[in-house]
């Protein structure tokens, strides 16, 4: 019975559990890994292969879920492999079909409380933490933790600041929390350690909508400013007054 | 005919159930659907209908319930003290039920899970392509006394059948599979965490079973974190006070913590039917015999139809009554045996 984790070299296919096996791409989180996950699950769906059910990203790996009875583990990696050498994945284009999103956010005030703090720890001030988050453009390097939940980067290096090990009690729905040079839009109110920068008025995932996710693993987004009054306004908005484009 | 089920009382516990909604793991969601998909499909063998259908997932409490028109309906998964009327009803059969009769549901006799289908199974609205309540994700809600719930064109008529139960409602020891992290285990680890008998904590849900022991935890050292990778229904995460937990149908989509193994899918409705007083153990096995596990596994739910036979044959409904063993083929009362295994 094999238990060890396999090489530790990349790219690296690991089973899950019986019906999944996960294609890696990196031990921690990187650009290129990151790219290289979301174009080889973009080609996984269009060969859309008999036996394989599903696909998803996490931030460095592509996930497949399939059905081991009628798709054997061997011929599974055989092809996997075979599909992986066709090309450098991590210098792959990313995914067509991606859109560029614009969503208002308060930055600091009653409604971010923690602006101040993880400006300080990034070694801004606040007017220098607002700029950096409202004109640095972020990609979804994943979805996760709660339907429709993105988490948002690579942040400028400023941001590398740690989760707070005490956590937040509740941080609201549509927060906008920062650490570790990623941005997470909260699709939940939870308890957090990340830091609460800005506050949207979007819903990320409503089941009851024709569209129930707004975001897509490898979306773009930029975040505009907006006042609390506004905000208030974009509320009733389905959508938080977050507005789409396609990327070319 | 299509026609209601009124609730009048309702457990804590009662969602509608199906096979989940799979496709949205990108997004986050998980599958969800019924904690033990087995009944689901028992349920569907003993009414002749499809297994996608809609039932009533009853956590450890059923209700009572009446019909504003005639309904076939089936009782599985946990065995509850089931009343039509006030007379007891077999469980693992299918029934017929009229108008202002009224339908008691009790307390699970052993395990967690019953499960109460209807011909032409429940309406209810489809959100993302299933109609399974998904608690944690904010879809759906708890079924409570007061609702009606609208059932589906039945075109069968059969009643009054029945199938043997597959005992998996007190423990016993689950095969499981090494997964990404099981090789960060000591062998010592591993060896222990399968001499260990476990129960299931009575704080577990469809998210995840708690694992509560004797004994020290199972926690590893694992230096930096562990970067959140997909996970999956099975997995068995040790949390950082060394508690085992298995996720279970309506888990999170990723997960950071490190994973012991995995148990096999067709073991796992035993994990989440596992109730008060049931041992839980773990055994590796190979992805060879894991796999030869679940085709087998397969292939008897899609033959369950094969294995449906009268609850009680009605002398009337026998064509050719002499050539019956009667001694030997009366099945009635086969609901007041204890349950094997």
């Known amino acids: ?248 | 005919m299509s026609g209601a089920l009124r609730i009048h009382r309702a457990g804590p516990g009662l969602t509608l159930q199906d096979g989940g909604r799979p496709g949205y793991l990108a997004l986050g969601l998980s599958r969800g659907g019924a904690a033990d998909p087995l009944a689901l499909a028992e349920g569907a063998a003993l009414l002749g209908q499809d297994a996608g259908l809609a039932a009533i997932e009853m956590a450890g409490m059923g209700g009572e319930f009446e019909a504003t028109a005639p309904l076939r309906i089936a009782l599985t998964g946990a065995p509850m003290v089931a009343t039509l009327d006030g007379t007891r009803l077999a469980w693992n059969a299918s029934h017929s039920l009229q108008p202002g009769q009224r339908l008691g549901i009790g307390a699970a006799r052993e395990g967690i899970y019953g499960y109460l289908h209807v011909g032409g199974g429940f309406e209810a609205e489809e959100r993302l392509g299933a109609r399974s309540a998904h608690l944690a994700a904010g879809i759906g809600a708890p079924l409570d006394a007061g609702e009606s719930l609208t059932t589906g064109k039945d075109t069968g008529t059969a009643t009054g059948l029945c199938l043997p139960q597959e005992a998996r409602f007190s423990g016993g020891t689950l095969r499981i599979v090494a997964s990404v992290h099981t090789g960060r285990f000591p062998e010592s680890l591993r060896a222990r965490f399968e001499d260990t008998v476990f129960q299931r904590d009575p704080r577990s849900n469809r998210m995840a079973a708690r694992l509560a022991s004797e004994g020290e935890g199972f926690g590893i050292d694992i230096g930096r974190a562990i970067l959140s990778e997909a996970i999956v229904p099975g997995d068995i995460q040790i949390t950082g006070d060394g508690t085992p937990f298995v996720l279970m149908a309506e888990c999170q989509t990723t997960g950071g913590y490190p994973r012991i193994g995995t148990v096999l899918p067709c073991d796992l409705p035993r994990v989440a039917q596992a109730g008060p007083g049931a041992r839980l153990a773990f055994r590796f096995v190979t992805l060879e015999e894991a796999v030869a596990a679940e085709t087998r596994a397969a292939e008897a739910r899609a033959t369950l139809g094969r294995r449906v036979e009268p609850l009680i044959r009605d002398p009337a409904s026998i064509p050719d009554l002499l050539s019956y063993q009667l001694v030997s083929g009366v099945t009635a009362g086969r609901e007041l045996e204890p349950e094997g295994g």
């Open chain 1, 1 to 248: 019975m094999a238990f060890d984790d396999g090489p530790d070299s990349f790219p690296r296919l690991r089973n899950v559990g019986v019906a999944g096996m996960l294609v890696s791409f990196g031990e921690s989180l990187s650009e290129p890994a990151n790219r290289a996950a979301l174009a080889f699950r973009a080609e996984l769906e269009r060969e859309g292969w008999a036996g394989v059910e599903e696909t998803s990203t996490s931030l460095v790996s592509a996930f497949l879920r399939f059905d081991p009875v009628h798709l054997g583990h061997d011929a599974l990696r055989e092809r996997l492999e075979v599909l992986l050498a066709t090309r450098d994945w991590y210098e792959a284009p990313l995914p067509s079909g991606r859109r560029l999103w614009r969503i208002p956010a308060v930055f600091g005030t009653e409604l971010a409380p923690q602006l101040g703090d993880a400006a300080a720890a990034a070694g801004l001030s606040e007017a220098e933490a607002i700029a950096s988050l409202t004109e640095t453009r972020v990609r979804v390097q994943t979805i996760g933790f709660a339907p429709g939940q993105p988490y948002l980067g690579s942040l400028p290096e400023a941001w590398d600041i740690p989760r707070q090990s005490a956590l937040t009690s509740q941080i609201p729905e549509g927060a906008l929390a920062v650490a570790i040079r990623q941005l997470v839009l909260f699709s939940v109110s939870t308890p957090t350690g990340w830091q609460h920068v800005g506050q949207t008025a979007v819903r990320l995932f409503r089941p009851e909508a024709e569209e129930p996710f707004l975001l897509r693993p490898g979306d773009e987004v930029e975040f505009t400013r907006t006042d609390a009054e506004g905000l208030e306004a974009l509320r009733r908005d389905p959508r938080g007054g977050a507005e789409e484009r396609p990327l070319p």
